[in-house]
């Protein structure tokens, strides 16, 4: 049975930056990704901010980014709020190859269609066995997402709350603002979440919807039919689904000897739903603590538990956004509305990404409807 200081179940964003920190720590690394690519393997908007290029350590190349992108929100009367500051469409998949490739030159093994099919710690050893073979390792990193075979394998049942979402590719589009990046808020349109049309180019576009307690796939279709100008002569080339981790980080990510991060913790945005960003942050500070301790000799979690310390910017940002957003899923149609004519895209971005909440809360502080509803639920 071969020996590995650090095995990472999972090749997405958390799993590859994981394998590239710890291979860069000097440990002994080993990556297993069950399907035969590391590519974007799961259904993906690919909207992300600038500085999530920076953390991953990867130049915005044409091959990586379709296209630099702003940003139009709307409230459900459709009036929208414009957000300047540019982010990316990225080819997700590109940016996983290139973040595996750096894995690679830090020396991490890597090894694709190999399913990890149970995981167990015995005599102080992490035990996992796939579709190939048998391994051990000091500490394992679970990177392997919301539907996490080593969290099951290792009895950890508690999930952070999914939404459920669709989404589409969509080809032969007429899009009118292709370097914009569309959300649609709304009860009617998405009820406890939004939906989005992210587009490639003028032709081509990901246009998706996560919705709570409603059939996703028919609202989504009822979005699509809004935009008979854009849409309508439109093909479907690409129809998934996946659900996303919303209701913030699980309890106790961190055990003695196994490391959950990325969808398998709830490492995602909650208001947003973007996770390609806080998941490359949760495996570089994960392969880091997880590579200096296996070669400290100390798998503890007491030892594995520096990765709260690394990790506290996202934490906090996590906790934050979700406040918000468990204000904001209370409100009516016409609070949204009222909202959207207050606030600024700083005010949203800021809201939306658990950064400044009380600069915004103290704002909202004195009007006579967001005082109680938002201010007080979000300080
Ligand atoms: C429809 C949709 C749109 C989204 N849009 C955006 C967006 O625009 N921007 C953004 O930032 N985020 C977006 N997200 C969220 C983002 O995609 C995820 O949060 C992010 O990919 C999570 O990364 P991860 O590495 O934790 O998990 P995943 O990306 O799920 O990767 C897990 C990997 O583990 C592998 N795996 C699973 N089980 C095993 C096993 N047993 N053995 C070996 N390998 C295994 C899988 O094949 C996969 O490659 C979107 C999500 C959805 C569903």
Redesign the pocket.
């Known amino acids: 049975m071969k020996r590995y200081d650090v095995i990472v179940?999972?090749?997405?964003?958390?799993?590859v930056s994981a394998a590239k920190a710890a291979g860069r720590t000097g440990a002994k690394t080993l990556l297993?990704?069950?399907?035969p690519t590391i590519m974007a393997?799961?259904?993906?908007?690919?909207?992300?901010s600038q500085e999530?290029l920076q953390t991953a350590e990867v130049k915005p190349e044409p091959s990586i980014v379709l296209h630099r992108a702003y940003a139009l929100v709307y409230a459900p009367n459709l009036n929208y709020v414009k957000i300047d500051r540019i982010g990316f469409l990225i080819d997700k998949s590109r940016l996983l190859q290139y973040m595996a490739a750096q894995a690679a030159e830090y020396g991490a093994e890597i090894h694709v269609r190999?399913?990890?099919?149970d995981v167990k710690i015995e005599d102080e050893v992490v035990k996992v066995k796939?579709n190939r073979g048998e391994y051990e390792a000091s500490i394992l990193i679970g990177?392997?997402?919301?539907?996490?075979?080593v969290a099951r394998s290792l009895g950890i049942t508690e999930k952070s709350e999914p939404i459920p979402?669709?989404?589409y590719l969509m080809v032969n589009c007429n899009i009118k603002y292709p370097d914009a990046v569309r959300f649609y808020l709304g009860n009617k349109i998405a009820p406890g979440g939004y939906a989005w049309i992210?587009p490639h180019n003028e032709k081509i576009a990901e246009v998706?919807i996560?919705v709570r307690g409603a059939p996703s796939k028919e609202y989504l279709d009822a979005f699509v039919k809004r935009f008979d100008d854009e849409l309508g002569k439109a093909q479907i080339i690409d129809y998934r689904?996946?659900?996303?981790p919303i209701g913030g980080l699980i309890s106790e990510p961190i055990r003695d000897r196994v490391m959950l991060?990325?969808?398998?913790a709830g490492?995602?945005i909650p208001l947003t739903?973007?996770?390609?960003?806080s998941?490359i942050a949760a495996?570089l500070a994960a392969g880091r603590v997880a590579g200096e301790a296996a070669q400290e000799g100390n798998s503890s979690r007491e030892r594995l538990s520096e990765f709260y310390i690394l990790y506290k910017p996202w934490i906090d940002r996590i906790k934050k956004s979700l406040k918000v957003m468990r204000a904001l899923e209370k409100m009516s149609d016409d609070e949204l509305n009222l909202l959207a004519e207050i606030l600024s895209d700083q005010d949203i971005l800021d809201l939306a990404n658990g950064l400044d909440i009380l600069r915004v809360a103290k704002k909202l502080a004195t009007h006579p409807i967001f005082a109680v509803k938002l201010v007080k639920a979000i300080t």
């Not at 689904?241 to 996303?244: D, F, L, M, R």
């Not at 991060?261 to 398998?264: E, L, N, P, S, V």
């Not at 739903?273 to 960003?277: C, E, K, N, P």
């Open positions: 179940v999972g090749g997405g964003p958390a799993g297993l990704e069950k399907a393997n799961k259904p993906c908007g690919q909207a992300v999530t190999e399913e990890v099919q796939t990177a392997d997402g919301y539907n996490s075979t979402t669709v989404q992210f998706g996560g689904g996946a659900p996303v991060i990325g969808d398998a490492t995602v739903g973007a996770g390609i960003h998941s495996g």
